[in-house]
């Protein structure tokens, strides 16, 4: 690519650290780090977690907190990125400080600590924080209980679809998955709920079943729908499914293209 004078740019240094902090190739990776600062890019939060991210994997954690100290801007990729590299190294004090520290946790920083916390045999503060990130099962159970003995009609479906959301983020998807089966009929909203409710629980061959059930029932998935399949598809590491995933939107934009093409004709005739 720089042979052919074709200038990187911000979107393309992160790939580049990514693949070298997968290999552990600390050289090359410095090698990076410089052109990124040749180029300027470095003050973009994505090109500087990333770099976190780098050195942090590859127990280099005094350049992982110098960069991460010199980022004007940082974000929750930016904290986990760094807590994951003090966890790498061990050093879990640190870690617990800086996720104290974050202005605003995220699912990857709750995940980060979950791990530092079985590492240090901690289960009770695993568990505890596990439970403070899915959600108040209770409060939750006390939702749906109002929610039936109210006058809300539950055949609808989208009164239904945000109960099965409710449990589902909340880590009841016996729950979720009985009030889904139990529905007269499933629309797309539905269908994406308890789909993304399987993916948070690491379930993506039986989202991805989920998704082929849809399409059985001729429900023409939305961008919603492919964004929620091949985000299950993407963590279950189903590449195949994937891509067959998408072949129902490839025809549907055929279609669409086809009938514009026809009216535009019809205009001329």
């Not at 050195?55 to 005094?62: A, F, L, P, Q, S």
Request: with cysteine; aromatic share 8%.
């Amino acid at each position: 690519m720089r042979c052919s004078s074709v200038c990187a740019d911000k979107y393309t240094f992160p790939s580049l650290v990514k693949v070298c902090a997968r290999e552990l190739v600390v050289r090359e990776g410095g090698v990076v780090h410089g052109l990124i600062v040749r180029c300027g890019v470095g003050e973009y939060v994505f090109v500087g977690s990333s770099l976190v991210d780098f050195y942090g994997k590859c127990r280099e954690i005094e350049c992982a907190r110098k960069v991460f100290d010199e980022m004007s801007v940082r974000n929750g990729v930016s904290y986990t990125a760094m807590i994951v590299g003090y966890a790498n190294v061990g050093d879990f004090e640190k870690a617990v400080g800086l996720f104290k520290e974050m202005p605003r946790r995220n699912v990857g920083s709750w995940n980060a600590m979950i791990n530092v916390f079985v590492r240090l045999g901690d289960l009770g503060s695993a568990r505890k924080l596990f439970d403070n990130r899915v959600g108040s099962l209770e409060l939750a159970k006390w939702a749906d209980s109002y929610v039936s003995q109210s006058s809300l009609d539950l055949r609808r479906p989208h009164v239904v679809a945000a109960l099965v959301d409710m449990h589902a983020k909340c880590g009841n998807m016996e729950r979720a998955t009985m009030l889904f089966k139990k529905m007269p009929k499933q629309d797309l909203i539905s269908y994406c709920s308890m789909i993304q409710g399987l993916t948070i629980h690491g379930c993506g061959p039986q989202a991805v079943a989920l998704f082929s059930s849809m399409l059985s029932e001729w429900i023409i998935p939305d961008n919603v729908a492919f964004t929620v399949i091949l985000s299950a598809c993407s963590q279950a590491g189903l590449v195949e499914e994937g891509c067959h995933s998408l072949i129902p939107w490839l025809i549907n934009i055929l279609l669409t293209i086809t009938t514009l093409i026809i009216d535009k004709l019809r205009g001329f005739v």
